[in-house]
């Protein structure tokens, strides 16, 4: 079954500090995977995409790795600032089928002053 | 995003009452999107559509409806709302051809509060 898991389901850091929101995936065939950030009651919106052949990829203060091998990702914060708090998804797509997107269920981060 | 609206942005209604929900884009997508979001269960499928003449059921197609009026519209409709399709639904959007690399991205719309009493 194709399935997208995320951990921690949620998380509190002071501003200024680091944090890692992890990706496990077990989807076939893999086409790419993309980290979404979505502010409270709004959209998510796009923060980076990797398909098979990348294993890193920022975008400002984020940064995002792949392993194909394990199946795994990782989306890295730096120097968080308030702004950040928000749910952080991951999703994953197919290579094939007419439907292609497998969500995971997001990290909720939360970041203190 | 702005170039995906979606009307009404918040909504309560009673339960046995019909609602629609409507999306709106301006990205010149072929590909439609509904989704419904609970706390702790992520986004969840309720219909796609590819064209105008395509509609797809997702995996929470029970108790909604979908009407694609145009390439740029995709309606979703409750026909007897209940209590638990309270939720927070989303529009989104995608092009099916990898231009820009865009790789399929999805385009969100802001969302509708949906509240069933």
């Known amino acids: 079954k194709n399935q997208v898991e995320q951990s921690p389901q949620s998380l509190i850091i002071l501003e200024g500090k680091n944090c890692t929101l992890q990706?496990?995936?077990?989807?076939?065939?893999?086409?790419?995977l993309r980290w979404y950030k979505q502010d409270t009651g709004r959209g998510p919106v796009s923060l980076t995409i990797?398909?098979?052949?990348?294993n890193t990829k920022s975008n400002g203060r984020y940064t995002a790795t792949l392993d194909a091998d394990t199946k795994q990702s990782s989306l890295h914060i730096t120097a968080s600032q308030l702004s950040d708090s928000a749910s952080y998804i991951c999703v994953v797509s197919l290579a094939s089928g007419t439907y292609k997107y497998i969500f995971g269920t997001g990290t909720r981060l939360k970041v203190l002053a | 995003d702005a170039d995906v609206t979606q009307t009404p942005r918040n909504r309560i209604t009673k339960t046995g009452k019909r609602i629609m929900l409507e999306c709106s884009q301006t990205?010149?997508?072929?590909?439609m999107y509904w989704y419904r979001q609970d706390p702790g269960l992520g986004l969840r499928l309720i219909y796609y559509?590819?064209?105008?003449?395509?509609?797809n059921k997702g995996e929470i197609s029970d108790g909604y409806s979908v009407s694609r009026q145009a390439q740029a519209k995709f309606s979703l409709s409750l026909e007897s709302a209940i209590p638990n399709q309270t939720a927070l639904y989303f529009c989104?959007?995608?092009?099916?051809?990898?231009?820009?690399?865009?790789?399929?991205?999805?385009?969100f719309g802001p969302g509708t509060r949906l509240t069933v009493l």
């Open positions: 990797m398909t098979f052949s990348e």
């Open positions: 990706c496990n995936y077990t989807v076939s065939p893999f086409s790419n």
């Open positions: 990205k010149g997508h072929d590909r």
């Open positions: 989104a959007t995608s092009d099916p051809l990898d231009r820009g690399g865009s790789y399929n991205e999805q385009f």
């Open positions: 559509s590819f064209d105008v003449k395509d509609i």
